[in-house]
């Protein structure tokens, strides 16, 4: 999906997709961007949760076979400023992302899995409740 077109996550669980070799759309502002966005090495897919009640919700990328970077944008899909969270790298032995943010109902969430380094198979799962240590 893009910020025009993005996937709607109608429920919890594991969504896959391909990112293939693409100029990158969108950066992310609080952690680190792909590194050669203009050279049709990275591309990113945007998905849009919204809940009808507040809570934390957990995001990760654990599984896909690339590096990831995740973040999430409230209400703006293409503003940087509407930014919450970002996460590349879960830890320094793994190449997976993974945040948690803490949902409002009625507000759409824009979920932004974009690639550091190059193309793959994502592999996306949103769950409810914070992620595990």
């Given amino acids: 999906g893009t910020c025009e077109d ?3 996550i ?3 669980g594991v969504y896959t997709a391909s990112l293939r070799t693409a100029r990158n759309q969108l950066d992310p502002r ?3 961007a792909c590194v050669n966005p203009g050279g049709g090495r990275c ?3 945007v998905y849009r949760y919204r809940t009808q009640q507040a809570g934390q919700v957990c995001v990760t990328t654990d599984g896909s076979n690339f590096d990831t970077v995740l973040y999430v ?9 509407a930014e919450m969270s970002c996460n590349d790298d879960a830890n320094d032995a793994s190449s ?3 945040l ?3 949902a409002q109902p009625n507000v759409d969430y824009f979920i932004v899995a974009d690639s550091w380094a190059g193309p793959g198979r994502l592999r996306l799962t949103i769950s409810e409740g914070a992620c595990p240590q």
């Fill in 6 to 8: 993005p996937v709607d």
């Fill in 10 to 12: 109608t429920e919890l």
């Fill in 30 to 32: 609080l952690c680190d």
């Fill in 43 to 45: 591309s990113e897919s």
């Fill in 73 to 81: 944008r409230a209400a703006n899909c293409d503003s940087a400023q």
């Fill in 96 to 98: 997976h992302s993974q």
């Fill in 100 to 102: 948690q943010f803490a």
